[in-house]
């Protein structure tokens, strides 16, 4: 959700002015994808609010199907549980996790107090950095922190919620692949579930996925969606996931 409507943009291009680079806006509301992915059996689809005035669309589409959705985008422990009554079924938190640029655990156990772990999913979205190694992003990916995404530090933190959700910053919403080493990594460093995104451009890449993964790894795709203006078929992708026939 960005500016009240739903779209797909480069999520590392959004400014403090709200600009950003948009690869698609949609002529249909939240609620018309809320009945869609529900219809289609597909459970926690993301509603994610970029800035401000995202709040009435995103709680038409949380409140179709109670509990089918997560939402994410400016949770706080002030508002975390105004968007479960709303409707979603998990919410996801990012920028109040960190305090001065990094990752603040009083915090993160913090907001597992207030939320209960169960209800709760972690962004770590990260960047691969000279070091060779994932460093968390923040600030809107625009600030690289000292937390790496590894296996200690994923272990750490699984007691505090109930999924990961990880963006590959450097190929989210390019539509030029995806990071197989960083799916390969988590399928082997998360104890719990994980949602990785970034990078998913046709059938191939999530068969890629689902091979580096172990099928452990869960998927989300965006921009490469035909209902989203790119050139994967949505409801061919729903009956292959089904599956797991790539």
Request: glycine residues 12%.
């Given at each position: 959700?960005?500016?009240?409507?739903?779209?797909?943009?480069?999520?590392?291009?959004?400014?403090d002015?709200?600009?950003?680079t948009?690869?698609?806006?949609s002529?249909?509301?939240?609620?018309?994808?809320?009945?869609?992915?529900?219809?289609?059996?597909?459970?926690?689809?993301?509603?994610?609010?970029?800035?401000?005035?995202?709040?009435?669309?995103?709680?038409?589409?949380?409140?179709?199907?109670?509990?089918?959705?997560?939402?994410?985008?400016?949770?706080?422990?002030?508002?975390?549980?105004?968007?479960?009554?709303?409707?979603?079924?998990k919410?996801?938190?990012?920028?109040?996790?960190?305090?001065?640029?990094?990752?603040?655990?009083?915090?993160?156990?913090?907001?597992?107090?207030?939320?209960?772990?169960?209800?709760?999913?972690?962004?770590?979205?990260?960047?691969?950095?000279?070091d060779?190694?994932?460093h968390?992003?923040?600030?809107?990916?625009?600030?690289?922190?000292?937390?790496?995404?590894?296996?200690?530090?994923?272990?750490?933190l699984?007691?505090?919620?109930a999924?990961?959700?990880?963006?590959?910053?450097?190929?989210?919403?390019?539509?030029?692949g995806?990071?197989q080493?960083?799916?390969?990594?988590l399928?082997?460093?998360?104890?719990?579930?994980?949602?990785y995104?970034?990078?998913?451009?046709?059938?191939?890449?999530?068969?890629?996925?689902?091979?580096?993964?172990?099928?452990?790894?869960?998927?989300?795709?965006?921009?490469a969606?035909?209902i989203?203006?790119?050139?994967?078929?949505?409801?061919e992708?729903?009956?292959?996931t089904?599956?797991?026939?790539f």
């Open positions: 959700m960005h500016d009240g409507k739903v779209k797909q943009i480069v999520g590392s291009s959004l400014k002015s709200g600009e950003a948009t690869n698609f806006v002529e249909h509301g939240a609620g018309y994808f809320a009945d869609l992915y529900f219809n289609d059996g597909l459970r926690d689809g993301h509603v994610i609010m970029l800035g401000k005035g995202n709040e009435v669309a995103a709680k038409e589409a949380l409140s179709r199907h109670p509990g089918n959705l997560q939402l994410g985008g400016g949770v706080t422990p002030d508002n975390a549980k105004e968007w479960l009554d709303a409707g979603a079924g919410i996801i938190v990012t920028s109040w996790l960190f305090s001065d640029g990094e990752l603040d655990m009083e915090r993160v156990k913090f907001i597992s107090q207030c939320v209960s772990p169960e209800r709760l999913v972690l962004d770590l979205s990260c960047l691969k950095a000279e060779g190694r994932y968390v992003a923040c600030n809107r990916w625009q600030t690289v922190c000292q937390a790496v995404v590894d296996a200690d530090s994923l272990g750490r699984a007691s505090f919620c999924e990961y959700l990880v963006h590959a910053v450097s190929v989210e919403g390019k539509r030029g995806i990071d080493f960083l799916v390969e990594k399928a082997k460093w998360s104890p719990i579930p994980v949602t995104a970034g990078g998913i451009r046709n059938l191939e890449d999530v068969r890629l996925l689902h091979q580096a993964g172990e099928g452990r790894v869960n998927f989300t795709v965006g921009s969606l035909d989203f203006g790119g050139n994967l078929p949505y409801a992708l729903v009956k292959k089904r599956t797991l026939d």
